[in-house]
């Protein structure tokens, strides 16, 4: 999924993940999934058990903080935890992202800067979610209804999409989410390799973060289940007119064998169509 932002170029700092335990972001200084809260009075405490996350960012203006940052949240389009009541994952406020920031020694960042920075945590998070969502819209009701939408390419699955609209499609929830920054995926792995061998073709920085969000499908039939999906972020150049740029890298964990023939599916589905001129005999039915 390819990104465009609105907005003046960011600093570096802007990439990095929010600490909020309100935010699908993942500070990376943040405990390990394995991790065990052991007292009260332990660092570990602090956190969300959620998602191991601070949870008690402030929305007082900070020690000498020359302007006054928005303490308004945004909600969010994704639905929160397992149970419709729980409402969607709310953002942090941009006074809370100024805190989160400082909390990680990010005082270098212009304080001015930090709205749009909020922004573009924000847009990212919904573009991970918008694409989480269309892989749940093809494989929750199974790999047969996946193999259908999977089979007349990326367009045609997307036009599909559209004649849907009025069938009961159960949306997905996310349930908990992690950052694992220095964790680099497998396939973010081979892609450096190949970008070492043939540059040309590969060549590219790696992804700037990794995260994990795991995501309650609502099958059709049967009871929900857990899945996890991994999202690598990649920044790309500018465009010309200085709006930032980034590539999001959204599909589900092997976890399953099922994970791996939705991911054979949705890939070889479109190479397939391409390459036997699918559209072209699409057009030339209608």
């Not at 332990?42 to 998602?51: E, G, I, R, V, W």
């Not at 400082?102 to 694409?131: Q, Y």
């Not at 004649?163 to 950052?179: S, Y």
Request: proline share 10%; with cysteine.
């Amino acid at each position: 999924m390819h990104v465009a932002t609105p907005g003046a170029t960011l600093p570096r700092e802007a990439l990095t993940p929010p600490s909020d335990s309100s935010c699908p972001y993942v500070p990376p200084d943040s405990p390990s999934p394995g991790s065990t809260i052991s007292s009260s009075n332990s660092t570990l405490s602090k956190f969300n058990p959620l998602n191991y996350m601070p949870s008690n960012l402030s929305q007082k203006k900070a020690e000498n903080q020359t302007i006054d940052l928005p303490i308004e949240r945004t909600r969010s389009s994704i639905p929160k935890g397992s149970e419709n009541t729980e409402g969607n994952w709310e953002y942090p406020s941009p006074q809370q992202m100024y805190h989160a920031m400082l909390r990680k020694g990010g005082s270098e960042v212009p304080i001015d800067a930090v709205e749009s920075m909020v922004a573009v945590h924000n847009f990212l998070n919904e573009g991970a979610w918008a694409e989480i969502v269309e892989w749940e819209r093809r494989f929750g009701r199974g790999l047969g209804k996946g193999w259908q939408e999977c089979k007349k390419g990326e367009e045609g699955s997307m036009a599909m999409a559209g004649m849907e609209m009025n069938e009961e499609v159960a949306q997905p929830r996310l349930l908990k989410f992690m950052g694992r920054p220095k964790d680099m995926t497998p396939k973010a792995s081979i892609l450096q390799m190949m970008g070492w061998i043939y540059p040309t073709g590969f060549g590219g920085d790696p992804p700037f973060d990794r995260h994990d969000w795991f995501v309650q499908r609502n099958a059709s039939s049967g009871q929900p289940r857990e899945v996890r999906y991994v999202i690598d972020y990649y920044s790309a150049p500018p465009e010309p007119t200085g709006e930032p740029v980034f590539y999001l890298d959204v599909r589900p964990a092997i976890d399953r064998p099922s994970a791996a023939i939705e991911r054979a599916m949705r890939w070889g589905g479109d190479i397939w169509w391409r390459a036997s001129g699918g559209t072209v005999r699409e057009t030339a039915t209608r």
